[in-house]
Structures are given as structure tokens and as C-alpha cells.
């Protein structure tokens, strides 16, 4: 089989580099020059674990290949992925799908032979029916089927998440693509993944149902959180009491400062935007987008409430990216904190093991540190707000001296309340009652 995968971001190059390890041939495609020039030296442009050894590997073997030229890449391939960028358009927050069309009519000007053309970026309902009508406009007699194949790769985990996934989604009712598909994918076939066929915007919508519920899950449980710190319950255990419910179940019920990165923000937008179109208002995803927008700089009052005030303070952040085990800062909860921080008078110093580089472009007058122990240098307090590893196990009593006061605001709750209050910290959690030095 060989593959062109269209778009090298955190979709289509994790996509590309899995595929060829399944032994199919894959040419990824990209505009942009020195990205190609880049990964053909072995540079990823992203961050993600695993990705560079997966895609040297596959280099080696010869299965994967980078260019710019994409009729080269289109031709020769049995499929084409679009995955390119979809990303919120400006102001109305409808999902930009500029790109995707102008990989469409690209590719139909390209195509040689039967192709089937599939749509891995996450794409609003219809999406596939657009590029239908777009290919056979540039290209009446080309011989193309277009289907859905959303994808559900954490950032941090896309590896995992392509190699085990929970299912593979297809959408498509002809049978021929559902051939190249199955065989595309016949690894996992192997190890009875689930591959779920159904239509074309049945698919379409499944990601975006499923994106917005995880949103809502978040949201749910970082409102019971707030509860939590009024009526003096423990939303860890709520999380754990609640999780432990099959029907629920424990993921992504950890609270947190608010739902960041560049899915869950755009594609609850997307949706609620679909829903307005066609007159069939989502209304808790309104809600949801409403909270989670309002939580974050909530996150700050957090702060600046537990420091009693930080104008002319200095608080030390630890972590910048809207998770753990990424680089990437898009929509992350750091961005509203720190600008409601700095706003209230706040001297920011921030640590973060990938984002600094990515984090600098997008947040001014921060004093960049090289770990977490000189950003607490001479702080008032210290706020995790990404869950690193690295700032799992601080040294406490270090940190103690290193700080002017032994303040703690953490929104991930990593650690455990009693044992910040016998380290002889005030630790303020979310969900979870302050504590002050015992
Ligand atoms: C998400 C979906 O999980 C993935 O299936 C989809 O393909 C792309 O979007 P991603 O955005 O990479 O993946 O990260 P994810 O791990 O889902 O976290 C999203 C946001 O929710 C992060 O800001 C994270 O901090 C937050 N989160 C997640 C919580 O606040 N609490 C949780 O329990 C889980």
C-alpha cells in the first residue's frame, strides 16, 4: 500500500510515521520548505515522545519519505490523508477549512487512477461532502471516493494512541474504499481494534461528540471542584468515588485550571457553532466553553487571592503548556494566568522543560528560567500550573529556603495537602481545603 499524507503537524506526521511502521509506504507532503528540508534531517517540528526515533526508524527502512511535491505523492498513492491544519476561524470560531480545500483541489488535479481521499483532520459535519463536490469540480473524471477517518491521538501520547487505540472510525459507504482502508489499517485489524464503518458524517460527527464530551467531563468535574472548596469536600475522592462507576468511568476527571490545546477549545467551538447553523443549539456545549473561557483567569484571582494581593510580588510559575509531555502552547491556561498576574502588578519568573521556546513568542516580560528551583529564587509564592513530572517529587525543604514565603498554588493538585502542611507550606489545590504550615 502506499499512502500521501498531506500536512507534517502533530496529526499528519504522527499519522505518517505510524502507517509506514505498519509496513505501508508513505511520502509525507508539506508546503512549508524547511520543515521538509528539516525532517529529512532528521528534525522533528514537533515535540512529541517517541516520534523521532519512529520516524529515523522508518527513514532507514525506506517506507517513509518527506516532499514538497504533492502531485508527485498523490499519484503514486492508493490513499491520500488530508491533515492539514483546521484551525478556529477568526472572530466566528467556524473551523477554518481553507487548507483542507485547497489540499482537495490539489490532490483532484493529481489523482491517477482510483484514490481514495481521506479526511484525518478534524472536520465539521458535510466536510467530506465539500471535498466531493470540490475534487469532481477539478476533475470530473476522477476515479475518488472521500472518507472520514477522524483521529484521537492525545498530544504526548499520539504514538500510543495510534498503535492502541480504543477504535478506528470510518466513514464511508463504498465498499472498494472500505477495502483500502481495512487493509491500510490491517495491523490493528489483527488485533481486533475495533473498526466502527458507518457514513461519512456519522464519522464527522463522532469526533466532534466525542471531543466536546470529554470537554464537558472536564468542565463537570472542575465545577464540583469549586463546590468542593465550599462545602469542604475532597474532589479527588468525588473524582475516585464517582470514576469508579462503570458508566462513568475514572478518566479525565482530574480538576485542573480548565481544558487548553488545540482541539478541545476549537472543536467545542466548531460544534456549537454547527448546532447554531442548522438551528439545533447545543446548549451545554455553550455552557462548557462559557466555564472553561471564565475558569482560567479565575485561576489567577486563586493567586493572587492566596498571596493577599501580588502587586509588586513575584511569583514563580512552573509549567507553561496546556499539558504535560507537548511543546505546545495553544489555548494553555498559562496564557490567560499569567497576563491576569502580570495585570494585578505580578512579576512573573516560569519554568517549563519544552514550552519556553514556543511560550516566549506568546508571553511578554517573563523572566525565563532554567529549572524549577531558580524560578522559585526569591518568589513570593510558587503556582504549578502544568503537571511535569519534574515537578512531582521538589525537593519541599529546598524550595522552602529558595522562596521568600512557603506559598503553594497548585492547579493540578499534585501534591498532598497534609504533607505540604508538615513541610511547613501554605499549599492552596483545586477542589481541596488551603492549608497553612502545621
Ligand atoms: C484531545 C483528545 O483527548 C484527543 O482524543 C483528540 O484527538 C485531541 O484532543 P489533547 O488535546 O492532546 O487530546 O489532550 P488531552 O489529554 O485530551 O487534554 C486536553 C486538555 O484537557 C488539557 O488542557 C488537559 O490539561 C485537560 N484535562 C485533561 C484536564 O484538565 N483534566 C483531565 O482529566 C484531562
Not at 481553507?98 to 491517477?112: G, L, Q
Not at 498559562?334 to 497576563?339: G, K
Amino acid at each position: 500500500m502506499r499512502v500521501a499524507m498531506i500536512g507534517t503537524g502533530y496529526v499528519g506526521l504522527v499519522s505518517g510515521a505510524c502507517f509506514s511502521e505498519f509496513g505501508v509506504d508513505v511520502v509525507c507532503v508539506d508546503k512549508d520548505v524547511s520543515k521538509i528540508a528539516n525532517l529529512e534531517a532528521g528534525k522533528m517540528p514537533i515535540y512529541e515522545p517517541g516520534l523521532e526515533d519512529l520516524v529515523a526508524k522508518n527513514v532507514e527502512a525506506g517506507r517513509l519519505s518527506f516532499t514538497t511535491n504533492l502531485p508527485d505523492a498523490v499519484k503514486n498513492a492508493d490513499a491520500v490523508f488530508i491533515a492539514v491544519g483546521t484551525p478556529s476561524r477568526r472572530g466566528d470560531g467556524h473551523a477554518d477549512l481553507s487548507y483542507v480545500f485547497v489540499a482537495a483541489k490539489e490532490i483532484a488535479e493529481a489523482v491517477d487512477g482510483y484514490t481514495v481521499v481521506v479526511t484525518k483532520s478534524t472536520v465539521p459535519v458535510g466536510t467530506g461532502r465539500e471535498v466531493e463536490e470540490i475534487i469532481a469540480k477539478a476533475q470530473p473524471d476522477a476515479e475518488v471516493d472521500v472518507v472520514s477517518n477522524p483521529e484521537f491521538l492525545r498530544e504526548g501520547s499520539a504514538i500510543e494512541d495510534f498503535m492502541r487505540p480504543d477504535r478506528v472510525v470510518i466513514g464511508t459507504k463504498s465498499e472498494r474504499a472500505q477495502n483500502v482502508m481495512r487493509s491500510l489499517y490491517r495491523p490493528l485489524y489483527l488485533t481486533e481494534t475495533p473498526i466502527v464503518f458507518t457514513s461519512r458524517q456519522t464519522s464527522e460527527l463522532i469526533k466532534y461528540a466525542a471531543n466536546t464530551f470529554l470537554a464537558t467531563k472536564i468542565t463537570f468535574i472542575n465545577e464540583i471542584a469549586d463546590l468542593c472548596e465550599v462545602v469542604g469536600a475532597d474532589v479527588q475522592d468525588v473524582a475516585r468515588g464517582i470514576g469508579l462507576d462503570g458508566r462513568i468511568g475514572r478518566k479525565f476527571l482530574h480538576a485542573g485550571p480548565g481544558y487548553g490545546g488545540s482541539c478541545f477549545p476549537k472543536d467545542t467551538l466548531a460544534l456549537v457553532k454547527t448546532g447554531a447553523d442548522v438551528e439545533r443549539p447545543l446548549r451545554i456545549v455553550e455552557t462548557v466553553v462559557d466555564i472553561n473561557t471564565k475558569r482560567k483567569s479565575r485561576m489567577a484571582d486563586k493567586i493572587i487571592e492566596t498571596c493577599g494581593g501580588v502587586d509588586g510580588k513575584t511569583i514563580a510559575i512552573l509549567g507553561v503548556t496546556f499539558k504535560p509531555n507537548t511543546d505546545d502552547m495553544r489555548d494553555s491556561p498559562s496564557l490567560d494566568i499569567v497576563a491576569s498576574l502580570q495585570g494585578a502588578g505580578a512579576t512573573i519568573r516560569a519554568y517549563d522543560p519544552e514550552g519556553m521556546e514556543e511560550a516566549e513568542t506568546m508571553m511578554a516580560n517573563v523572566i525565563w528560567c532554567a529549572d524549577a528551583y531558580e524560578t522559585m529564587g526569591g518568589a513570593d509564592a510558587v503556582s504549578i500550573i502544568t503537571e511535569w513530572n519534574q515537578f512531582r517529587a521538589l525537593d519541599l525543604e529546598r524550595a522552602r529556603s529558595l522562596l521568600k514565603a512557603p506559598v503553594m498554588i497548585d492547579l493540578r493538585n499534585i501534591y498532598d495537602p497534609e504533607e505540604m502542611a508538615s513541610a511547613g507550606f501554605t499549599y492552596v489545590s483545586v477542589g481541596r481545603a488551603r492549608v497553612d504550615a502545621s
